[in-house]
């Protein structure tokens, strides 16, 4: 698997979709999937100059953790709240907040280390029942129960639209997640800063990019299959 080679054409396309749409490479934060991967993965992208990691599970979060030195680490799976004690002071940002419940567990575990943690809502952009999330029309009342708890700083909003073939479709979802992004920006809420549009992966990257997407969560692409072999 070669990492380089693989990073430089990502590195490539994210330019190129952000001058599609009227912005920087700069504006648009990559974060390597390196889920499954092992850890000489994650060394071979900091040496391409890739230092922002995510992981969907605890347990492999925390393994990863301890062997990487200085790397930033983004969980991005759906997270337990009995496990959330346990990344609480190693992550940078969940993207995953689907409940109130979770949310009132990050507060309480972020108020007992001083920090305050950035968070993204999740949205069920598709309804899948497979998926979790916020769904759309519920969003309201899901930002006014957020706004509650002074140790999250509500930083934005990603999805992971359903899957299919048709680029039509996944673009339109990711027009969707626009709307809701620049309408629940303006709120009057003290513990939100939405800045934070984060969607877009290995297949559909610069689509999501190209619909304002300024978060892509790339691991395929980086780092090739999670299939077969866990080998470098
Ligand atoms: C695995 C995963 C990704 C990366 O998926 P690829 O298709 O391998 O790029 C992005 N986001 C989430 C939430 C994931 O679980």
Avoid at 126 to 136: L, M, P, V
Avoid at 163 to 185: L, P, S, V
Avoid at 197 to 214: K, R
């Amino acid at each position: 698997m070669n990492i380089s080679r693989n990073l430089n054409e990502v590195f490539k396309n994210i330019e190129n979709a952000a001058i599609r749409s009227g912005r920087k490479r700069d504006d648009i934060m990559l974060i390597a999937v390196s889920k499954t991967h092992p850890v000489e993965a994650v060394f071979e992208a900091q040496k391409c100059g890739v230092n922002v990691f995510g992981e969907n599970k605890v347990q492999e979060l925390l393994e990863k953790y301890d062997k990487v030195p200085d790397a930033k680490w983004h969980l991005i799976g759906h997270l337990q709240r009995n496990k959330v004690k346990y990344i609480i002071d190693k992550v940078e940002m969940i993207h995953s907040l689907d409940s109130i419940e979770l949310a009132a567990e990050i507060n309480k575990r972020a108020e007992k280390i001083k920090k305050v943690m950035p968070v993204l809502i999740q949205i069920n952009i598709g309804k899948e029942e497979s998926k979790s999330g916020i769904f759309e029309e519920d969003i309201y009342s899901f930002m006014e129960g957020l706004s509650v708890f002074s140790n999250i700083l509500v930083s934005g909003i990603m999805t992971i639209p359903p899957a299919t073939d048709n680029k039509d479709k996944t673009r339109e979802y990711f027009k969707r997640m626009k709307e809701i992004f620049d309408k629940i920006k303006v709120n009057n809420y003290s513990n939100f800063d939405i800045k934070y549009l984060s969607m877009g992966m290995s297949s559909d990257y610069e689509i999501a990019i190209e619909e304002g997407a300024n978060i892509i969560r790339v691991g395929t692409g980086i780092f090739g299959s999670r299939n077969y072999s866990k080998e470098v």
